[in-house]
T-cell receptor
Framework: NAGVMQNPRHLVRRRGQEARLRCSPM?????VYWYRQLPEEGLKFMVY????????ESGMPKERFSAEFPKEGPSILRIQQVVRGDSAAYFC?????????????FGEGSRLTVL | EDKVVQSPLSLVVHEGDTVTLNCSYE??????LLWYKQEKKAPTFLFML????IEKKSGRLSSILDKKELFSILNITATQTGDSAIYLC???????????FGGGTRLMVKP
């Protein structure tokens, strides 16, 4: 039973390019969360999605960032026109329940470096 | 805005020592507090606490929650080098839609 799968694990982009990060939740999980972790900092909530719906995007910058979780396929976090400050580890997590009353399962993260 | 503060920021101990990590929080409509261990990769779940005064235990790790004083501690006894990691504390509220994380405590256990 595969865990939360994220790819790519490492991504290097130049300023102005686009970054696409993918997350396949655990089997049977339909709730996906994206978190960002800057060096030496904790995890910051970005967005919470269910299949085909964005439930809470209060942690996501209003510009350049978008997320989706289509009916088929992985959840995607898209960052347009990346800047150096976007360099971070982006973690995806999933759970089976509508509320986080239990364990949240994390992927191993996608590390974005913007040159 | 929900807030979680962890202390100390970092800690260096020797194998066999006992450590206590602290987590204080401010949450509207608190639901639960969770501890995660993050080595170089994905955070892995340790404990979830919802009730005051009830200790959760797993091997050498234990944790307790004080809902009156709004904090939790994570204890690790007889530390080993494999305990070296970042320990993250997070809280959820009754909406339950997301975890709010603290900045973590970086623990290094030296042989």
């Amino acid at each position: 039973n595969a865990g939360v799968m994220q790819n790519p694990r490492h991504l290097v982009r130049r300023r102005g390019q686009e970054a696409r990060l993918r997350c396949s939740p655990m089997k049977g999980h339909s709730h996906v969360y994206w978190y960002r972790q800057l060096p030496e900092e904790g995890l910051k909530f970005m967005v919470y999605l269910q299949k085909e719906n964005i439930i809470d995007e209060s942690g996501m910058p209003k510009e350049r960032f978008s997320a989706e979780f289509p009916k088929e396929g992985p959840s995607i976090l898209r960052i347009q026109q990346v800047v150096r400050g976007d360099s971070a580890a982006y973690f995806c997590a999933s759970c089976a329940q509508a509320t986080v009353s239990g364990e949240l399962f994390f992927g191993e993260g996608s590390r974005l470096t913007v040159l | 805005e929900d807030k979680v503060v962890q202390s100390p920021l970092s800690l260096v101990v020797h194998e066999g020592d006992t450590v206590t990590l602290n987590c204080s929080y401010e949450v509207t409509n608190f639901r639960s507090l969770l501890w995660y261990k993050q080595e170089k990769k994905a955070p892995t779940f340790l404990f979830m606490l919802t009730s005051s005064g009830i200790e959760k235990k797993s091997g050498r790790l234990s944790s307790i929650l004080d809902k009156k004083e709004l904090f939790s501690i994570l204890n690790i006894t007889a530390t080993q080098t494999g305990d070296s990691a970042i320990y993250l504390c997070a809280v959820t509220n009754n909406a339950g839609n997301m975890l709010t994380f603290g900045g973590g405590t970086r623990l290094m256990v030296k042989p």
